[in-house]
């Protein structure tokens, strides 16, 4: 990932109203969500939410589908993911003390967006 992406997506992230957007649409999983149940979760007006799904969009961390009358907005997964290992790559030199629990804790969060969860192994 190049720098400049890099900078966009963590600029449109540091907002309180995106950043509440970002993490409600990752709760949902692929799925998303439609605008309206968005608005009503974050209780935020239909503007505001469609200026935070603009900027959003164009820094590529969520994509939106027509599904009949309404439009559903899902978190890009891949692109939350290239995001997490840009930042990480380089993990505090080698240094698996410091790196070990952020490494465990993206293995599970990678775990529960699964499309085998709940299935037997």
């Known amino acids: 990932m190049e720098s400049s992406l890099a900078i966009r997506r963590l600029s449109a992230l540091a907002h309180e109203g995106r950043l509440a957007v970002v993490r409600l649409l990752i709760k ?6 439609s605008a309206g149940e968005v608005a009503r979760a974050l209780q935020v007006t239909p503007n505001t939410l469609s200026a935070q799904f603009t ?3 164009n820094a590529g961390l969520v994509v939106s589908r ?3 009358r309404s439009i559903l907005y899902a978190a890009d997964f891949d692109a939350m993911s290239g995001l997490l290992v ?3 790559e380089d993990c505090c030199q080698g240094r698996r003390e410091v790196c070990a629990p952020l490494a465990e804790a993206a293995i ?4 529960c967006c ?8």
């Open 108 to 111: 599970r969060a990678a775990a």
């Open 66 to 68: 027509r599904d009949g």
């Open 86 to 88: 840009y930042l990480m």
């Open 55 to 57: 900027v959003l969009a």
């Open 114 to 121: 699964s499309p085998d969860e709940g299935e037997p192994s």
């Open 28 to 33: 949902a999983g692929p799925d998303g969500l």
